[in-house]
């Protein structure tokens, strides 16, 4: 079955870096695009970020754009966020999700369980 | 592409029909989808092109509206059903957008 799974998060201080990982099983994971979306606590959800399959491309929202970068690595069906310079209103928990081209843009159908990152000073 | 859900909160007695609304702030076609998120969950994928279910979801659920105006319609509320409702365009992107989220709760 398909699997997303979340991991990485920490509480780290303001300015300090974290990575994040999104290992994958269960189906073809070369052939979908895979997204960042995170939730504050207590908010709603915000989309970060996309990769396209082949990892060529890279989409970011503007809260994140400069600080934040997607990568992927198909040989170990593995998504990655690289997260600089830390804010307290990064904290939020972090899902991984499966992109589904309509043709115009992506739904999501496969979420992992999120990790948790707390920016505290 | 903003994205407007109303109403926040909506209570509703299980066994009755519950209605959820998303605007969007122009023209997104059927580019929508509805994720279901229940308390320590990831959300759940609900119904995408604004009216196909996702595989699994049960018949209760229902999509409709194309354009700025779309709606979610659960009909007879089981417990289960009692979750924040999101919908989320995907028609003009950077950035893909969610609404603010519906609250269903049991009156």
């Known amino acids: 079955q398909v699997q997303l799974v979340e991991s990485g998060g920490d509480v780290v201080q303001p300015g300090r870096s974290l990575r994040l990982s999104c290992a994958a099983s269960?189906?073809?994971?070369?052939?979908?695009?895979i997204h960042w979306v995170r939730q504050a606590p207590g908010k709603g959800l915000e989309w970060l970020g996309v990769i396209s399959k082949d990892g060529g491309k890279t989409y970011y929202a503007d809260s994140v754009k400069g600080r934040f970068t997607i990568s992927r690595d198909n040989s170990k069906n593995t998504l990655f966020v690289q997260m600089n310079s830390l804010r307290a209103e990064d904290t939020a928990v972090y899902y991984c999700?499966?992109?589904?081209?309509?043709?115009?843009?992506?739904?999501?159908?496969?979420w992992g369980q999120g990790t948790l990152v707390t920016v505290f000073s | 592409i903003p994205m407007t859900q109303s109403p926040a909160t909506l209570s509703v007695s299980p066994g009755e029909r519950a209605t959820l609304s998303c605007r969007a702030s122009?023209?997104?076609?059927?580019?929508l989808a509805w994720y279901q998120q229940k308390p320590g969950q990831a959300p759940r994928l609900l119904i995408y092109g604004a009216y196909t279910r996702a595989a699994g979801v049960p018949g209760r659920f229902s999509g409709s509206g194309s354009g700025t105006e779309f709606t979610l319609t659960i009909s007879g509320l089981q417990s289960e059903d009692f979750a924040v409702y999101y919908c989320q365009q995907y028609n003009k992107w950077p950035p893909y957008t969610f609404g603010q989220g519906t609250k269903l709760e049991i009156k």
């Open positions: 999700a499966r992109g589904i081209w309509s043709g115009t843009g992506d739904y999501f159908d496969y």
């Open positions: 269960g189906f073809s994971f070369s052939a979908y695009p």
């Open positions: 122009q023209s997104i076609s059927s580019d």
